[in-house]
């Protein structure tokens, strides 16, 4: 069982930033892929990024690359999104999500393919 809680949510204007943070429980986090993904109201998740368990390999959204970077402390237990050149169009709930996998360098988009959910946390991206 994996416990995640993200933070760093809030109100920015457009072309700020934020730094979100996922931090998991127990001492298996290295074990475990990591995603984010968002939910803007109205609309379908969508995959934002993903990293491997070792953190060798990541993963961006088409709409995202170029502007946020995923990457991940284990001996921290924890994840992060830092969220660059933010626009309205970000704004949304953000959720982190882990997948065990044995491959080091496996990462996913689909959200199917993950074991454990976090409750999320609210970006806000004012014009």
Request: proline letters at 2%; charged letters at 15%; glycine letters at 12%.
């Amino acid at each position: 069982q994996v416990h995640l809680v993200e933070s760093g949510g809030g109100s920015v204007q457009a072309g700020g930033s934020l730094r979100l943070s996922c931090t998991a429980s127990g001492r298996t986090f290295s074990s475990y892929a990591m995603g984010w993904f968002r939910q803007a109201p109205g609309k379908e998740r969508e995959f934002v990024a993903a990293i491997s368990r070792s953190g060798g390999r990541t993963s961006y959204g088409d709409s995202v690359k170029g502007r946020f970077a995923i990457y991940r402390d284990n001996a921290k237990n924890t994840v992060y999104l830092q969220m660059n050149s933010l626009k309205p169009e970000d704004t949304a709930v953000y959720c982190c999500a882990a997948e065990w996998n044995p491959n080091t360098l496996v990462v996913h988009s689909n959200s199917e393919q993950y074991d454990y959910w976090g409750q999320g946390t609210q970006v806000t991206v004012s014009s």
